[in-house]
């Protein structure tokens, strides 16, 4: 179990600056919902927190457990226990899924883990998901359906058993099916050791995950926080009931 | 005097070998025979000598020297203006014969062998190997039954002596010594290399191979192949090869002639991977003649530049091409490769695949030819060129020339360029991959259409290669 500890966190994309000030605290057992309209900056925050190039961090810290993520390249964020479902993974030809989430597992376990127990241990994982087994011998991401992308991105959270998971928009291009067996497998996760990040524009996903706090991001900050009821309160309401209520505080 | 300068030169070159290219090691030099530096006719004649051939051969020679000599280089390149023919020893000879155990081989030779795990691959999935040694084979050996189904494997110079029908018949009738500069210097020089015959309806079930070893600085290898799969036979032929890395260049040059009979497949593969100061100039073609299959599996690591396009002449009706092929160029290594088909029959085929990557400045080139001649009706094309590069400063070129004379044919070109992106490397180190392991997992995925022609334990060791290559090579 380690918390994840962002604070005061400031990030720039190609010059303009697009977290000012974000703070948050993630404790092992934990999930946590973050929503917002686009634009607000929370794939800047998965993508900066898992260490992409391209994202500056001008200001701020962030901490998993002991350890400043911001001083960690990527892989040695992942080893630590960082994972991010990404919302659009990329496409690797040629490379069987097999082949990857065995080299994925080994890495970020440390270990040197035989082919056939490697396999064992994903075909169980692959069950969980309501995957089938060919799936393992197709190519990584090639011409894979919204719903195998997710589901595969799942696949490999339950393998690499992170503490820290940030699940960038994995309802984005789901039919309700595929949501259900997504959130399963999300929740046949959780537990104490697992702290969880959700990000994501609608209520729909926290119907099946159900988040222990809410949180809602505007222009780069989280501009109010509370519990599952504000998620309710966001769908019946709107982003502008907020937008409003934080201009007159003059937060925005 | 020059004898003190050998020493010398020996002591430099174990001083200039550089270590980070895997197979860069080198062993003293304790040989039968060197020859001095440079080449001249007197050399060719006293080569053949000490091979003892017969006239005929060493008449082959000279002439071929005499057009070596006239022959301009080669004019679509530059790349060439900086080998010196006059820095080169034409021909080493580490030992006095070709042997059939290893126990035979002397140490130092033997030793080499080993690290590069050949008698080892022997021991478990070859039908029989030939090893090289600079100039000449010294090691050979094939499996007894594959003796009495009257398969001939050997090195070259053991075949003029004892099948001199066969050699006289088909030597130099696909590639004639006038074919290029190289072609005619190998065809004067030529030494050791393996030569193949398969009996009619006979099935070579499991590879032969060759590995050819230079080790000398400054040395020239010239190895000549010569592969006839008689009708309906089957034999796949493996070819694997390194080098010391030397501070000075080294020159590859070989001449692989094939002839696959009515209905036979002869298929060859190549893992070259010489050390990044060798010249590899090889010129490589098949004759297929009817229902025969060619194919050549490709795969170009190392060097300084390679200049390689393996070709297939498609004879007779029915007659099929498979070209699959690789290029890895690193620094200041080029890899300048590609293919020629000539369909010259009706119904031929001819399937293409080239695979290139180039990193850290290195430049890859696809040079392309295909030929469907006037009569060669029914005929199919299907040609396929990717490039990846990791950098801005890498190059790949694609130079693909058709050259289409009947109407009734079907042909399919395809290229892509690609760069490997970050988003790739992102998304593969935010899984617990060093950068390393994720530029090698896009490479291997990249050329999986070539790895996976290869039998498991070359797949396997390809893959090894790349990641050695790819060490260090971003960020």
């Not at chain 1, 082949?99 to 064992?120: D, H, I, P």
């Not at chain 1, 046949?188 to 706090?213: C, M």
């Not at chain 2, 899984?431 to 896009?442: D, F, K, M, N, V």
Request: proline share 4%.
């Amino acid at each position: 179990m380690a918390d994840l500890v962002v604070k005061d966190l400031h990030v720039n994309v190609a010059g303009k600056e697009v977290l000012k000030g974000f703070n948050l605290t993630v404790k092992g057992g934990e999930v946590h919902a973050i929503m917002g309209p686009n634009g607000t900056g929370k794939t800047t925050l998965s993508m900066t927190l898992a260490g992409h190039p391209r994202y500056a961090v001008t200001q701020g810290e962030a901490f998993l457990g002991e350890k400043n993520l911001l001083e960690m390249e990527v892989d040695e964020r992942a080893r630590e226990g960082l994972f991010l479902a990404f919302q659009y993974p990329s496409e690797i030809p040629g490379v069987p899924v097999k082949n990857f989430l065995r080299q994925a597992y080994n890495s970020v376990k440390g270990t040197e883990m035989e082919v056939f127990e490697f396999y064992s241990i994903m075909q169980e994982k692959m069950q969980m998901m309501k995957m089938d087994m060919s799936f393992a011998n197709r190519n990584l991401n090639e011409g894979f359906s919204g719903g195998e992308k997710k589901r595969h991105e799942i696949l490999q959270m339950a393998l690499l058993e992170p503490k820290i998971a940030i699940l960038d928009e994995t309802d984005s291009g789901l039919d309700i099916d595929a949501l259900k067996v997504v959130a399963d497998g999300v929740n046949s996760l959780r537990g104490p050791e697992l702290g969880v990040l959700v990000i994501t524009h609608y209520h729909r996903l926290l119907e099946y995950i159900e988040p222990d706090f809410v949180h809602v991001m505007m222009d780069g900050r989280i501009v109010r926080s509370g519990g599952p009821e504000l998620a309710l309160e966001l769908e019946e309401k709107g982003y502008d009931w907020i937008r409003s209520e934080v201009s007159v505080g003059g937060e925005v | 005097m020059a004898k003190v300068n050998e020493e010398i030169e020996q002591k430099n070159a174990a001083l200039d070998i550089v270590q980070d290219y895997k197979y860069g090691f080198s062993d003293p030099e304790n040989y039968v025979y060197k020859s001095g530096k440079g080449l001249t006719r007197e050399m060719v004649k006293q080569i053949s000598e000490m091979k003892n051939e017969p006239g005929w051969m060493t008449d082959f020679r000279l002439k071929s020297y005499d057009i070596f000599a006239s022959m301009p280089m080669p004019w679509w390149t530059k790349d060439l203006n900086e080998l010196n023919f006059d820095d080169i020893h034409y021909y080493v000879r580490p030992t006095d014969k070709a042997v059939q155990s290893w126990d035979d081989v002397p140490d130092t030779v033997k030793q080499t062998f080993d690290k590069l795990g050949i008698p080892e691959a022997e021991r478990n999935f070859l039908a029989g190997v030939t090893a090289q040694y600079e100039s000449e084979v010294v090691y050979h050996n094939m499996r007894k039954d594959l003796e009495d189904l009257g398969v001939i494997f050997t090195d070259m110079d053991t075949a003029v002596r004892e099948h001199p029908e066969l050699v006289k018949k088909y030597f130099s009738t696909v590639i004639p010594p006038s074919d290029n500069k190289f072609a005619a210097l190998n065809s004067a020089v030529w030494s050791g290399g393996s030569f193949i015959w398969v009996p009619k309806g006979v099935h070579v079930d499991i590879p032969l191979q060759a590995y050819f070893r230079i080790n000398t600085k400054n040395a020239g290898q010239f190895e000549r192949t010569l592969i006839i799969g008689d009708a309906d036979s089957f034999v796949h032929y493996v070819e694997g090869c390194s080098a010391p890395k030397y501070s000075t260049d080294a020159l590859h040059s070989a001449v692989v002639e094939i002839v696959c009979l009515p209905g036979s497949r002869v298929r060859y593969t190549t893992i070259q991977n010489w050390s990044p100061n060798v010249y590899n100039l090889v010129t490589k073609r098949a004759v297929a003649h009817e229902n025969a299959v060619m194919e050549w599996i490709d795969g170009n690591i190392g060097s300084k530049l390679t200049m390689k396009y393996p070709a297939v002449i498609l004879k007779g009706e029915g007659a099929r091409a498979e070209i699959t092929s690789i290029a890895f160029a690193g620094t200041d290594q080029h890899q300048d490769a590609g293919t020629k088909v000539f369909h010259l029959a009706p119904n031929t085929s001819s399937t293409i695949v080239s695979k290139s990557i180039s990193k850290g400045g290195g430049k890859t080139t696809y040079r392309g030819w295909v030929k469907v001649a006037d009569n060669a009706h029914g005929s199919k094309v299907n040609v396929k060129c990717d490039a990846l590069m990791f950098d801005d400063g890498s190059v790949s070129d694609t130079i693909p020339f058709m050259e289409i004379n009947e109407n009734r044919v079907s042909i399919e070109h395809e290229a892509t360029v690609s760069k490997v992106s970050e988003d790739m490397l992102f998304y593969l180190m935010s899984r617990g991959l060093s950068e390393e392991q994720a530029t090698g997992l896009i490479v291997s995925g990249f050329i999986e259409p070539f790895s996976k022609e290869l039998p498991m334990e070359y797949a396997v060791e390809l893959n090894r290669l790349i990641e050695l290559e790819m060490e260090g090579s971003v960020g």
